[in-house]
């Protein structure tokens, strides 16, 4: 398995609160980054990049102030999910702002990301892509990813149908990158079974 020493390191448990839209602001990502696990904001949510910075400089300096408090808390990563449907330009625009707060980790969906990926890869920052099915997954590790988000049966949003006791291990035996298990994770003992089955990460 592949999971950056250094996130593994920022996390009491192996979990990314996904992205949602409509539901993830900061007081999400907030709370996720303080209990330890990777905490997300969604680009779908502001209505513009000022609202995005907005929202990256209210988590920055929320936790920075929690830090200062507990010196000895894991605080966990910050994700940020935007959709591969801008130009150039703005996908430039868009990870440098994210680069300015210590964003850590973007995550692609619904879309190819082979044009974004080299732009993430540039920033120093980690790439996750969403994908149903293995095809989908076959292309993000085409473009280079770091992480492929296996959303099978169970899963929220653009949701999979595949078994995750079929995915992930066939993902796996294909992919020595980060793998998450998204769908229907919702205790401990899944995110331990998403482990064994292969995967590094659980998505909330």
Same mark, same amino acid.
């Given at each position: 398995?592949?999971l950056?020493?250094?996130i593994?390191?920022q996390l009491t448990?192996?979990?990314?609160?996904?992205?949602?839209? #409509?539901c993830?602001?900061v007081d999400?990502?907030?709370a996720?980054? $303080?209990?330890?696990?990777v905490?997300?904001?969604?680009?779908?949510?502001?209505?513009?990049?000022q609202?995005?910075a907005?929202d #990256?400089?209210?988590?920055a300096e929320?936790l920075?102030?929690f830090a200062?408090?507990?010196?000895?808390?894991?605080i966990g990563?910050?994700?940020?999910?935007?959709?591969?449907?801008y130009s150039?330009?703005?996908?430039?625009e868009?990870?440098?702002l994210?680069?300015?707060?210590?964003? $850590?980790?973007?995550?692609t969906?619904?879309?190819n990301?082979?044009?974004?990926?080299p732009?993430i890869?540039?920033?120093?920052?980690?790439h996750?892509?969403?994908?149903?099915? #293995?095809?989908?997954?076959e292309?993000?590790?085409a473009?280079g990813?770091?992480?492929?988000i296996?959303?099978?049966?169970?899963?929220g949003?653009?949701a999979g149908?595949?078994?995750?006791?079929?995915?992930i291990?066939a993902?796996? $035996?294909?992919f020595?990158?980060?793998?998450?298990?998204a769908?229907?994770?919702?205790?401990?003992?899944?995110?331990r079974?998403?482990?064994?089955?292969g995967?590094d990460?659980?998505?909330l």
């Amino acid at each position: 398995m592949s999971l950056s020493p250094e996130i593994r390191s920022q996390l009491t448990l192996p979990a990314i609160c996904a992205p949602m839209f #409509l539901c993830s602001g900061v007081d999400l990502a907030v709370a996720c980054c $303080q209990a330890g696990i990777v905490g997300s904001l969604t680009r779908n949510n502001s209505r513009d990049l000022q609202a995005l910075a907005a929202d #990256l400089s209210a988590v920055a300096e929320q936790l920075s102030r929690f830090a200062d408090a507990n010196p000895a808390a894991i605080i966990g990563p910050l994700a940020v999910n935007i959709e591969p449907k801008y130009s150039n330009t703005e996908l430039r625009e868009h990870i440098d702002l994210c680069k300015r707060y210590s964003v $850590q980790i973007i995550i692609t969906s619904v879309g190819n990301p082979s044009g974004i990926a080299p732009l993430i890869k540039d920033s120093g920052m980690l790439h996750y892509h969403d994908a149903t099915t #293995l095809r989908f997954a076959e292309k993000a590790i085409a473009a280079g990813v770091d992480g492929i988000i296996a959303i099978g049966s169970g899963g929220g949003g653009h949701a999979g149908t595949l078994s995750h006791l079929a995915f992930i291990p066939a993902l796996r $035996q294909m992919f020595d990158g980060t793998i998450i298990f998204a769908g229907a994770v919702s205790s401990g003992a899944i995110i331990r079974a998403a482990e064994i089955l292969g995967a590094d990460l659980a998505y909330l």
